[in-house]
């Protein structure tokens, strides 16, 4: 990859990280309980907005609005149920029965997920020793910051959903990528955003979902991540179509790591500093050993 690449990719990566700390924050601010329904309905409005930002981008900057070509309509139908409505339904819902540290180790799974899934479904894009040891060194740091003693368990309401969830998110990521240069990063990922959010917004207000109080640091909150799912999406649609999504799966696990470190800077929860610096550090050696110059030896 380009150097240009693997900053917009951590980039990417560094904005979904930042998510975690201002989701709390915001949702403590606007006074909503952890009810799935108010999940929905914070989700969906962050989203909503996100596509609305990009619709108000399109009308400046092209002075036109988002159009989605008569053939690729139902490509990016499927794109927004796996990669909004599916994703963030499957996720909301596991993270409400399963403990946060564990969180970050099955949504982190998308790296490893793309890894060895990828070959499935591009013919260019095989397994190599490298992908496998990079990715799994790179796992190993988000284990890292995650375990704390207790070890891991399956639940079918928890841990299982937020799987589920990861393999929409992957899933939607082959399906961009298929779309190649058939429609433009924005505009898939306006309508994406704008309707997937909806639905997630219907549903979050059908099921009794609303703020609890409105403020302006609760506001703020919501407009920071409405805007970063916007950058962070388009951006990562627009990576999909110029590198091998092998190459990019692996720097979805700096999102956890920074997450967790935001968390305990700006949240105030608990910092190992020694503990964090090897995770970030192990992170980075296998987004190295993954993105390093390709050999011939390949698995499959």
């Known amino acids: 990859m380009a150097i240009s690449g693997i900053l917009l990719a951590i980039l990417c990566n560094v904005l979904?990280?930042?998510?975690?700390?201002?989701?709390?924050?915001?949702?403590?601010?606007?006074?909503l309980s952890?009810?799935?329904e108010n999940q929905f309905f914070f989700a969906g409005l962050r989203f909503f907005l996100s596509g609305v930002m990009l619709f108000a981008y399109s009308l400046i900057k092209e002075k036109k609005i988002p159009t989605i070509k008569k053939e690729n309509r139902l490509n990016v139908f499927f794109i927004m149920l796996l990669?909004?409505?599916?994703?963030?339904?499957?996720?909301?819902?596991?993270?409400?029965?399963?403990?946060?540290?564990?969180?970050n180790i099955f949504t982190s799974l998308?790296?490893?997920?793309?890894?060895?899934?990828?070959?499935?479904?591009?013919?260019?894009?095989h397994f190599t020793i490298k992908k496998i040891v990079g990715v799994l060194i790179g796992l190993s740091g988000v284990l890292l910051i995650s375990l704390k003693g207790t070890g891991i368990y399956l639940s079918l309401n928890g841990e299982v959903l937020l799987i589920i969830g990861t393999l929409c998110f992957v899933f939607s990521s082959f399906l961009t990528k298929k779309m190649g240069n058939k429609e433009s990063a924005l505009n898939i990922t306006a309508y994406n955003l704008l309707l997937g959010g909806l639905a997630l917004l219907v549903t979050g207000i059908a099921m009794g979902g609303k703020f609890g109080k409105v403020t302006v640091s609760g506001i703020l909150c919501l407009?920071?991540?409405?805007?970063?799912?916007?950058?962070?999406?388009?951006?990562?649609?627009?990576?999909?179509?110029?590198y091998k999504a092998s190459s990019l799966g692996i720097f979805n696990l700096v999102n956890p790591v920074v997450g967790t470190i935001l968390a305990a800077l700006v949240i105030g929860e608990e910092l190992e500093p020694l503990k964090y610096i090897s995770a970030l550090l192990l992170v980075s050696i296998g987004i190295i050993i993954i993105n390093s110059?390709?050999?011939?030896t390949q698995i499959s």
Do not use: C, H, R
Request: charged fraction near 15%.
């Open 16 to 31: 979904w990280g930042t998510a975690i700390p201002f989701i709390k924050i915001g949702t403590k601010a606007l006074e």
């Open 34 to 36: 952890s009810g799935i």
């Open 83 to 103: 990669g909004t409505i599916l994703q963030y339904g499957f996720m909301y819902a596991g993270l409400l029965n399963t403990k946060s540290a564990d969180g």
């Open 110 to 125: 998308s790296g490893f997920f793309t890894v060895i899934l990828t070959p499935f479904f591009f013919k260019d894009d």
């Open 223 to 242: 407009l920071y991540l409405a805007l970063l799912s916007a950058l962070a999406f388009t951006i990562w649609a627009y990576l999909l179509k110029i």
């Open 293 to 296: 110059k390709e050999k011939k």
